[in-house]
């Protein structure tokens, strides 16, 4: 199992009577996935979409996401994305 990512926050959030100064990002599972498809509608923004998968996958609460610096937001979301593949998934079954 990897280590989860660690985000250093540019501007850290109050929340909880503490200053959230890092946030620890984990490895998606197909679980988090399906979570965040079934807790977002149809008509979700892409940004309601990120927000959900970031509380997901920092295990804060989407009101402490939402107060997050825009830049910060940015960098948990390229962490995320980078922990998803890229392209279409390989096909099982023999090499071609």
Do not use: H, Y
């Amino acid at each position: 199992m990897s280590k989860p990512k660690i985000v250093r926050l540019s501007q850290p959030i109050a929340w909880d009577g503490k200053s959230v100064t890092d946030v620890q990002v984990r490895r998606p599972k197909v679980k988090d996935l399906r979570a965040m498809e079934r807790d977002t509608t149809n008509a979700a923004s892409q940004i309601d979409q990120g927000v959900a998968m970031a509380a997901l996958l920092t295990e804060l609460p989407i009101e402490v996401i939402n107060e997050m610096d825009a830049v910060d937001f940015a960098t948990v979301s390229e962490v995320i994305a980078g922990f998803l593949p890229v392209g279409p998934v390989p096909e099982t079954g023999a090499a071609s």
